[in-house]
């Protein structure tokens, strides 16, 4: 019988609070060297405030860390640095008016004897690294903030990678990940795994945590409610222990079509181009269907959505509502069209909220008109439409008077969607809207699509998460290169046949099923 592997972690009796908020509470658990090691859990859990605290950005109210079995005292980042410790976040923390190649160095770009930093050789150095991570057409002088999330994410977690680390921490490194990247992640995995490091893995994505991770400790209310060799509990266990009770159905049963389905669009596209982007792309989108759309990082999907509200100027092809032409401008002319049409984007964060204002703020911003008499806001009348929007997405009463940045990501996204629940659209575009959501809120949102749906509104989804796309959508547009690829009904409708098409390969195989 061979000798298991060194305790790498180990975190006794751990607890964390944040005014009445208990994030952690007598958390203990153990990593063994060499393991990447799932930690699951709904938002709000607590893992990313252990995360934090192993990266030394919070510190503990009382309990131990124990490294390789000795005291670890994380006071700060570089305490954390020092004893081997690196996190790739989910909540990207590259600075974007900086260049890759000091993002990469950051603090430690080298300086020459003056104290001035040395930047050829930084560029020198971050081209090395880029390349040795199969990141070389990353141009080390762009400014971050011009990339986009697919590519930040991976240079978050190629930056952690690059400081040689002990132990590893992945927090959610795939949410902005195409199915592509997500390969390549796997190979950074292996290697690193290889060299002996540990790797703790957060994820939502179950299919995931069975790829990479052989061990898994599931946090629930700020504790360790189990932990876990991955090959020796169901997913259904899981989902369980994640959210506390029994998760029956995940995906809500598909409504049957009309055998004669020729009901009318409400929003039809012809031949839309972007230029660089999307080159003669048409869709209908039907009142009470679920459409969805498919597609590698940069294929045109990103375009495609932010044209539809305005977002994005078109270079050529023509938008109709209800039958009529119809010009979009801007993101108003979207909401203000006869039917309402409304987007949740790529980022909620910095694209579909204001975090330093209320739920309530954000909720009624659109249609704030609606409520304003004499110049002055209605607050009781708006207070109230926003209640029972928030009832409707399950999201607490306090929403009215807090900021969205003191919710967990769940449920700023339930947010965003209360805000155009409330304003009514027809249309509902959305940009890969469970990314980063925990599995109890993903069933929750998938329950609101559905009956946004069944309430005779047309949804456009598109999502990085394939079975989403195969267990949600009436059908499915694959896009490749900017152009359609394959577009997907019924018994075609398969992951085998999404990814066929979306890596290029037009001949889709009728109803055969993913494995």
Same mark, same amino acid.
């Given at each position: 019988m061979t000798d298991q592997p060194a305790i790498a972690v180990r975190i006794s009796k751990l607890a964390k609070s944040f005014g009445p908020t208990v994030a952690l509470q007598d958390l203990s658990l153990e990593i063994r060297q060499g393991e990447v090691h799932a930690l699951l859990?709904?938002?709000?859990? @607590?893992?990313?405030?252990? =995360?934090?605290?192993?990266?030394?950005?919070? *510190?503990?109210d009382h309990g131990? &860390?124990?490294?390789?079995?000795?005291?670890?005292?994380?006071? @700060?980042?570089k305490d954390a640095h020092r004893l081997g410790v690196q996190t790739a976040f989910q909540v990207i923390s590259l600075i974007n008016t900086l260049t890759v190649s000091q993002n990469m160095l950051l603090p430690y770009e080298p300086a020459g004897v003056h104290g001035l930093i040395r930047r050829r050789r930084s560029e020198e150095i971050t081209r090395d690294v880029l390349a040795r991570y199969g990141l070389d057409d990353i141009d080390p002088q762009r400014e971050v903030g011009d990339l986009d999330l697919p590519t930040?994410?991976?240079?978050? &977690?190629? *930056?952690?990678?690059?400081?040689?680390?002990?132990?590893?921490?992945?927090?959610?490194?795939?949410?902005?990940?195409?199915?592509?990247?997500?390969?390549?992640?796997?190979?950074?995995?292996?290697?690193?795994?290889?060299?002996?490091?540990? &790797?703790?893995?957060?994820?939502?994505?179950? +299919?995931?945590? *069975? +790829?990479?991770?052989?061990?898994?400790?599931?946090?629930?209310?700020?504790?360790?409610?189990?932990?876990f060799q991955t090959d020796g509990i169901s997913d259904e266990e899981i989902v369980e222990l994640v959210i506390g009770r029994s998760l029956a159905a995940t995906y809500p049963k598909k409504p049957p079509l009309p055998p004669d389905d020729t009901a009318p669009p409400v929003l039809s596209a012809r031949n839309l181009e972007v230029d660089g982007a999307l080159e003669g792309i048409s869709l209908d989108l039907v009142a009470g269907r679920l459409h969805g759309v498919a597609g590698l990082n940069g294929m045109g999907q990103r375009e495609l959505f932010y044209s539809l509200f305005g977002m994005v100027p078109l270079s050529a092809g023509s938008l109709e509502i209800g039958g009529q032409? =119809?010009?979009? #401008?801007?993101?108003?002319?979207?909401?203000?069209?006869?039917?309402?049409?409304?987007?949740?984007?790529?980022?909620?964060?910095?694209?579909?909220?204001?975090?330093?204002?209320?739920?309530?703020?954000?909720?009624?911003?659109?249609?704030?008109?609606?409520?304003?008499?004499?110049?002055?806001? +209605?607050?009781?009348?708006?207070?109230?439409?926003?209640? #029972?929007?928030?009832?409707?997405?399950?999201?607490?009463?306090?929403?009215?008077?807090?900021?969205?940045?003191?919710?967990?990501?769940?449920? +700023?996204?339930?947010?965003?969607?209360?805000?155009?629940?409330?304003?009514?659209?027809?249309?509902?575009?959305?940009?890969?809207?469970? *990314? @980063?959501?925990?599995?109890?809120?993903?069933?929750?949102i998938y329950q609101l699509i559905r009956a946004y749906t069944d309430a005779g509104g047309a949804v456009l989804l598109y999502s990085t998460d394939v079975p989403e796309l195969v267990n949600l959508c009436d059908d499915v547009l694959v896009i490749y290169r900017g152009r359609e690829a394959a577009r997907l009904e019924k018994a075609e409708l398969s992951e085998a046949n999404i990814m066929r098409a979306a890596l290029g390969n037009s001949g889709s195989a009728s109803g055969e099923n993913a494995a």
């Open positions: 859990g709904e938002n709000g859990a @607590g893992k990313s405030t252990l =995360v934090k605290i192993m990266s030394g950005l919070s *510190r503990p131990d &860390i124990h490294l390789f079995e000795e005291a670890a005292h994380i006071r @700060g980042p930040r994410q991976k240079l978050e &977690i190629v *930056r952690a990678l690059y400081r040689d680390p002990r132990i590893l921490l992945l927090d959610e490194p795939t949410s902005a990940l195409s199915a592509s990247d997500v390969l390549w992640l796997g190979d950074l995995i292996g290697k690193v795994q290889q060299s002996g490091a540990t &790797i703790v893995f957060i994820s939502h994505r179950m +299919q995931e945590v *069975r +790829q990479f991770c052989s061990s898994l400790t599931v946090l629930r209310n700020g504790t360790n409610v189990g932990s032409p =119809v010009l979009l #401008r801007s993101p108003g002319d979207a909401v203000k069209a006869n039917i309402g049409i409304s987007l949740v984007p790529e980022e909620r964060k910095t694209e579909a909220l204001f975090l330093e204002m209320t739920g309530r703020e954000n909720i009624s911003l659109p249609i704030i008109g609606g409520f304003v008499k004499g110049g002055l806001i +209605q607050g009781a009348k708006e207070s109230a439409a926003v209640r #029972r929007v928030l009832d409707m997405v399950q999201v607490e009463a306090r929403a009215l008077y807090t900021p969205c940045k003191d919710f967990s990501g769940g449920n +700023q996204q339930k947010i965003v969607l209360a805000k155009w629940l409330l304003a009514e659209s027809r249309v509902l575009l959305l940009y890969d809207p469970t *990314r @980063g959501v925990d599995v109890g809120t993903k069933a929750e």
